[in-house]
């Protein structure tokens, strides 16, 4: 059996530990013959193939980015995509393929399988917002990243007695600014999922400083204000219809020094949440979902997606894994706000 592998999206750490599973376990069990297919959805769109032996696989376990790379190819918005697709898979003599993404390569592969190619999905993202699975590989490297800025922009916040706001990713979920500023100790937090009051925010951090305390503010590039809308970097849109948003961050430090008369200061964590080595969490979540991926495409069980449900490894629908988005619930935030102020 020939099996094609790609990564869609914006990467993530954990991607090579993906793929480093799916070619050890398919070639030592199975004895499959394995090809990679570069940069997500335009590699089998175009023949743009990466040779996927034993050796090419060998020390990329810890290594952050995806030795396939990755885009945002959408090949359901490509003149004759899917027709261009198959005729590359069975020129490649590809029987199958594992796609490792989040929703847009994923709601991909599901419209494929419905289409009639067999493909396996292995959902991957920082943001976490899949829904079908508890977590997602990354997502624990990036509150890492997040949880490890603020405590450092604390110690500098403190001694200039500033407001520090961190702006963190997440589109439409808050999961990295839910987790990151809890584990930070952060003394308001703010999500896409509720636009938040600005005389609420800056009354929070008013009262941190009354008690000598810098007040940290994270807030998820989504996280717009009560009444106002998203804030975007600029109006253009990718193949997935997802435009750049960014700059709420420095909005609110400039709101929260001129209703405290206090210095703010706004930090974009950006693209370092995605980059660098896996977790040893995240390094061990992608090899599982490698591992059991393969056992799916040995079973001819196309358009299913590996998931964590607590400990264990299931398979789910890609239909039910792509029909929504994972936000972070009402009650989970809740239990954040006894921290705020
Ligand atoms: O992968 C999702 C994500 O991390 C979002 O949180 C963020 O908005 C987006 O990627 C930015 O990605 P890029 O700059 O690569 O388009």
């Not at 995509?81 to 989040?102: N, S």
């Not at 200061?265 to 370092?272: D, E, I, N, P, T």
């Not at 090899?287 to 449900?309: I, P, Q, S």
Request: hydrophobic share 40%.
């Amino acid at each position: 059996m020939r099996v094609g592998l790609l990564t869609g999206g914006g990467d993530c750490p954990g991607l090579n530990a993906v793929i480093r599973a799916v070619v050890r376990k398919g070639i030592e069990v199975y004895g499959w013959d394995l090809v990679g297919f570069r940069n997500g959805w335009q590699g089998p769109l175009e023949g743009l193939t990466k040779s996927l032996g034993l050796a090419e696989v060998e020390d990329i376990l810890v290594r952050g980015g995806t030795i396939l790379g990755s885009s945002r190819t959408n090949p359901y918005k490509t003149e004759g995509g899917v027709e261009r697709i198959k005729r590359v898979l069975a020129d490649q003599g590809v029987d199958a393929l594992v796609a490792i993404g989040g929703e847009d390569t994923l709601g991909v592969a599901k419209r494929l399988t419905d289409d009639g190619v067999g493909v396996v999905g292995v959902p991957k993202t920082i943001d976490n917002d899949l829904a079908a699975t508890d977590y997602t590989f990354g997502f624990d490297t990036a509150v890492h990243i997040a949880t490890e800025a603020i405590d450092r922009l604390r110690t500098t916040a403190e001694s200039h007695r500033r407001a520090l706001v961190v702006e963190v990713m997440g589109r439409h979920a808050g999961w990295i600014a839910l987790h990151s500023g809890l584990a930070g100790g952060a003394n308001v937090i703010l999500v896409p999922e509720r636009p938040f009051s600005v005389a609420k925010v800056v009354s929070w951090v008013k009262r941190r400083f009354e008690r000598e305390y810098a007040p940290i503010i994270v807030v998820a590039e989504g996280a717009k204000p009560e009444g106002g809308a998203e804030m975007l970097q600029s109006g253009e849109k990718d193949s997935f219809g997802h435009v750049a948003l960014g700059g709420i961050g420095a909005w609110l430090a400039d709101e929260i020094s001129r209703h405290t008369g206090a210095e703010s200061r706004a930090v974009v964590l950006g693209h370092v949440q995605r980059g660098g080595t896996p977790t040893a969490y995240d390094r061990v979540l992608a090899t599982r979902f490698g591992l059991h991926a393969v056992d799916a495409v040995h079973d001819g069980d196309f358009g299913v997606m590996v998931a964590l449900r607590g400990t264990d490894i299931v398979r789910v629908k890609l239909a039910e894994a792509t029909a929504e988005l994972k936000t972070v619930p009402l009650e989970r935030y809740q239990e954040a706000e006894v921290f705020f102020g």
